[in-house]
């Protein structure tokens, strides 16, 4: 089985080579690790380079936003799963993608694997801020507003060509869209891994401003009227996504 973890970035000098780092420290050994960058100034294409020989995938062009670019990785992958692991953040340990692998492989009907992530300062990847534990999947968790950590979601590539990829139009919440779209077809298998698989830096642009939130809660709406999955008319979904946060900071 072969592993695609796509990486979009921007403008992200200061914690790029800790992801290409967490990258190749897995000791799961079929990986192809994809890298699109949206025409970043900072340096970071030039410290992309001088790794290139790390990178299965490389491009640098101008994008319309990171789901475009992480379409970009899709169209571009081969491997038999496809998972996406963010400028910012990084692998929890060295075998999560062995561990990934080793549920794919005991099923071969599962569409999908996912597990729990920590949130942590920028400055410090010890430092955890906020533990977002995830629970086994059902549809009516689905439809109060639950989702699993998308950085530590990791997908059979059919799925996604099966949903056109990521909806641009979208530039917050084309995860949560996605994750609506997949989790609520029919034969779509999940398993869930309760355990840390990722550590994601704060500040992320969901979260980093009152705007920002405000704007995710939109688009979150959008989504969940789009699909109508959500409990209450996509109300009661969108309320208890939001409460639901308030526990994870511990």
């Known amino acids: 089985m072969k592993i695609s973890v796509i990486t979009a970035t921007w403008n992200c000098i200061s914690t790029i080579s800790d992801c290409?780092?967490?990258?190749?420290?897995?000791?799961?050994?079929?990986?192809?690790?994809i890298v699109i960058d949206g025409a970043s100034g900072?340096?970071?294409v030039e410290f992309l380079r001088s790794r290139r020989d790390q990178l299965d995938v490389f491009l640098s062009e101008p994008d319309r936003?990171?789901?475009?670019?992480?379409?970009?990785g899709i169209q571009r992958s081969s491997g038999d799963v496809v998972g996406f692991l963010h400028a910012d953040d990084v692998f929890a340990g060295a075998d999560v993608l062995g561990k990934v692998a080793r549920e794919f492989d005991k099923n071969p009907e599962v569409s999908a694997v996912y597990g729990d992530l920590h949130y942590v300062l920028k400055d410090d990847l010890s430092h955890v801020v906020r533990r977002w534990e995830s629970t086994q999947f059902t549809p009516k968790r689905l439809a109060w507003g639950w989702m699993p950590p998308h950085p530590t979601l990791?997908?059979?590539?059919?799925?996604?060509?099966?949903?056109?990829g990521f909806?641009?139009?979208f530039r917050v919440a084309a995860d949560y869209l996605s994750v609506l779209q997949l989790f609520s077809q029919?034969?779509?298998?999940?398993e869930y891994l309760p355990e840390v698989l990722v550590k994601m830096r704060l500040g992320g642009v969901s979260n980093r401003s009152l705007q920002a939130v405000l704007k995710k809660s939109q688009e979150d709406w959008k989504a969940l009227r789009r699909t109508r999955i959500g409990a209450l008319g996509g109300f009661g979904a969108l309320v208890w996504k939001n409460l639901s946060k308030v526990g994870q900071f511990r």
Do not use: C, M, P
Not at 154 to 164: H, L
């Open 186 to 190: 029919a034969g779509f298998k999940t």
């Open 20 to 33: 290409l780092n967490s990258v190749n420290d897995q000791t799961f050994g079929d990986i192809e690790h």
């Open 42 to 44: 900072d340096g970071t």
């Open 167 to 169: 909806d641009t139009q």
């Open 65 to 72: 936003g990171i789901y475009d670019a992480l379409n970009k």
């Open 154 to 164: 990791y997908v059979r590539r059919e799925w996604y060509e099966r949903i056109g």
